[in-house]
């Protein structure tokens, strides 16, 4: 084998939101069905030599080293076939495969949020961390390609959250609620919610302003039982509609949702209340169609109203922030995927850089052994010496090549590797068939008694 | 040696003030610390400068308008300094505040730049209280001011529903409002206690306390405005627009103060003549 050892393909098979219908996706799923995949994926395809498998909501790969690349991918589609109980027809067509440095970069892109369903979200990272999670600690079925892969992924993650906006503008009405307060108050530490209505989306905008700190909600809402309810699973307190005013003097923030058809907040109502509130910021955010808030109010000091349209205007100006972002992000990318090309190329360079090495030294022992015994008298340091010489005539020499394969490898492709692997007979082919031909002039016969001595004596016992 | 610190102070402060300007575009942490750097070193050459003239004079060398201008930046600088470790997170004030920064270090370069004593009559231990006090107080009043003004700006963002690049570059309404505070709470006392050394030093050097000079007028209106605006946040709660309006009247009495009386206007505070 001329060229050094074969190199393992990395490949990802996987479908998503856009290659997958929702009924197939769940069917891949196959963790939340009963076993995980990777506790039986050895048995089928025992070629593989490293696996990783993500299952979001809107994704399921699979991450594999294999050196046999057309045997995994039929096995892993058999595999499939099996576990979800689909034909291969039917998912075959939604299926994704990406090979080497194209796998590497939909990885890259995955664990960025650029191919996620919300641009630049960040959960996914979170997920993708928890994959390797199992995979390389409860499964073990991680090596080398995939830790280093893994790793770098995360770190290239890291590089495009912090040299890129692309997390950085919300893209939901929840999540921009909770930039807009953020903005008007700091902190939404100790700041209080009141939810006039009870809508859903109000509630999600509820959930989120509390999660980021929000101490309190109000819950104000024409049925009185539906506010208790509400204000129950979030340990805040009910009040009618009648209270509204007393609401409004306590509120920071107010999410409001009604189904009325006129304004229910009014300027008549809360200007009377901001002396009293000792002049602190009102955010009021009218999510009701048509609107519960006068816009009037946004006149007042201290007093900042945004309507749907305001919100979904914040949105949409993130989201095209976003994509701009995402452009940058992509060539972040490119240049990680560029860096990992390089490791993957070393990574093939290596075991002929470890043979030469290897046999270097191999040949620097023997020959020491050989000569010591004859050099008598000598002493204790100058055999040191002698040591020492040789390792260095040894360092030197292999220097040169070992740079050359390094920096060839990148130029000249796997024809670096053959070449020194054939200078430095690193797989004996060269010595073999010389000895083969010695034999042939000497009329030896070809399997001599002592040779087949000498290979019983190195069988393993 | 006080006009080569000098210099380098304001070199170093012109290098500080492209850093937050760099910082204000790219939002890079790294930017802002590198400007912040820089002007702390800018600021260490700048005390050295003082205390070359502290040592020429034997007195602070605050008695010419050059003195008083340039300790003026200075203590704006170490405001920034005090603020930023102690006050509220308003990452983006360094851009805003370092061209103000640079304005008094060139109004200052730009005036005569020789020390020389005050008038045997004026001199006393109350000179040097009475105007680094006052000097200090001014420098707490001109952040309020551009507080004050980041303020406004963001407010009318947000009122406009114009959430652009300024919205994302602007800190929080609350930790403007608090900035303008924090700096009326440190500002007002030292006016206070600059006015009362000044009254000191006037009975010392002239036999009176008070001799309505247009400066000591304007102090006073100034102390005025000063006093309503931490009684209304104080007592009624006034924060916001309002306050910061009040914030931008003391800054504006505070220039006919400081800049109109003591160049133009004949008075008792001479020290402030351009020539």
Request: charged share 25%; net charge positive; proline share 5%.
């Amino acid at each position: 084998m001329v060229d050094g050892p074969e190199r393992e393909k990395i490949l990802l098979v996987g479908l998503n939101h856009r290659t997958a219908p929702v009924e197939v996706r769940e069917r891949f799923a196959l963790e939340k069905r009963g076993e995980h995949p990777l506790a039986r994926l050895k048995a089928h395809l025992p070629e593989v030599e490293e696996a990783y498998y993500l299952s979001t909501c809107n994704r399921v790969e699979y991450l594999l080293v294999t050196p046999e690349r057309e045997r995994t991918l039929s096995g892993l589609k058999d595999f499939l076939a099996r576990e979800t109980g689909l034909a291969r027809p039917h998912f075959e067509p939604h299926l994704y495969v990406f090979e080497d440095l194209e796998a590497v970069r939909h990885l890259f892109r995955v664990a960025c949020g650029l191919d996620s369903l919300v641009l630049g979200e960040p959960q996914i990272l979170g997920q993708v961390k928890e994959a390797y999670r199992e995979a390389a600690g409860r499964f073990r079925s991680t090596g080398p390609i995939l830790n280093r892969l893994l790793h770098r992924t995360f770190s290239v993650a890291k590089r495009v959250r912090t040299e890129t906006g692309i997390g950085s503008y919300a893209v939901s009405v929840s999540y921009a609620a909770v930039e807009l307060a953020k903005k008007i108050f700091g902190s939404l530490r100790g700041k209080v919610i009141l939810l006039v209505g009870a809508g859903e989306m109000a509630e999600l905008a509820a959930q989120h302003l509390l999660s980021a700190g929000a101490a309190r909600l109000l819950v104000a809402n024409r049925t009185l039982s539906r506010a208790i309810e509400l204000a129950e699973r979030y340990g805040g307190e009910a009040l009618s509609l009648a209270e509204l005013s007393e609401g409004l003097l306590s509120a920071d923030i107010v999410i409001s949702s009604t189904g009325a058809p006129g304004f229910v907040i009014t300027p008549d109502l809360v200007r009377p209340l901001l002396r009293a509130r000792k002049h602190r910021p009102l955010f009021l955010m009218d999510i009701a169609v048509p609107r519960d808030v006068d816009p009037g109010l946004n006149e007042l000091e201290n007093v900042y109203v945004f309507d749907i349209d305001d919100l979904k205007q914040v949105v949409e100006e993130n989201l095209a922030r976003r994509k701009k972002e995402a452009l940058r992000a992509e060539r972040l990318i490119e240049e990680e995927v560029l860096k990992f090309e390089r490791w993957l190329k070393e990574l093939a360079v290596y075991p002929t850089i470890k043979a030469l090495r290897e046999k270097a030294e191999e040949i620097r022992r023997r020959e020491l052994a050989r000569t010591l015994p004859r050099l008598q008298n000598l002493s204790e340091e100058e055999r040191e010496a002698l040591e020492v010489m040789t390792e260095a005539i040894v360092q030197k020499l292999l220097h040169a090549p070992i740079l050359y394969l390094k920096a060839g490898y990148h130029r000249l492709g796997r024809e670096a590797i053959g070449t020194v692997r054939r200078v430095f007979d690193l797989d004996g082919e060269l010595e073999e068939a010389f000895r083969r031909e010695d034999r042939r002039l000497e009329g030896a016969p070809e399997w001599s008694p002592w040779e087949k001595e000498r290979k019983d004596s190195e069988r393993p016992r | 040696m006080e006009v080569f610190f000098f210099r380098l102070a304001f070199l170093l402060y012109l290098v500080a003030t492209v850093g937050f300007f760099i910082y204000f575009y790219t939002l890079k942490p790294e930017a802002l610390r590198g400007a912040r750097g820089v002007l702390a070193c800018g600021w260490l050459l700048h005390t050295g400068a003082l205390l070359a003239g502290l040592k020429i004079l034997k007195a602070p060398p605050v008695a010419n308008f050059h003195g008083a201008t340039s300790f003026l930046a200075w203590a704006v600088v170490g405001a920034y300094f005090l603020l930023s470790w102690r006050g509220p997170k308003v990452y983006t004030l360094g851009t805003f505040l370092s061209p103000l920064i640079l304005l008094l270090m060139i109004a200052a370069w730009k005036a005569p730049e020789a020390l020389w004593p005050l008038p045997p009559i004026l001199q006393s231990f109350w000179f040097p209280v009475h105007a680094l006090i006052s000097l200090a107080s001014y420098a707490f009043f001109l952040i309020a001011a551009v507080a004050a003004v980041m303020y406004l700006l963001q407010e009318r963002e947000l009122k406009r529903k114009h959430l652009g690049g300024l919205f994302r570059r602007l800190p929080p309404l609350e930790s403007l409002d608090r900035l303008n505070e924090k700096c009326l709470k440190y500002g007002f006392p030292l006016l206070t206690l600059g006015i009362v050394t000044g009254a000191l030093w006037a009975e010392k050097a002239w036999g009176r306390f008070w001799s309505w000079d247009p400066k000591e007028t304007w102090s006073l209106i100034l102390w005025l405005i000063y006093a309503a605006l931490l009684h209304e946040r104080l007592i009624v709660g006034w924060r916001g627009r309002r306050a910061a309006y009040m914030a931008l009247l003391g800054f504006l009495v505070w220039i006919v103060s400081f800049w109109v009386i003591n160049l133009w206007m004949p008075g008792l505070h001479s020290y402030g003549r351009w020539s």
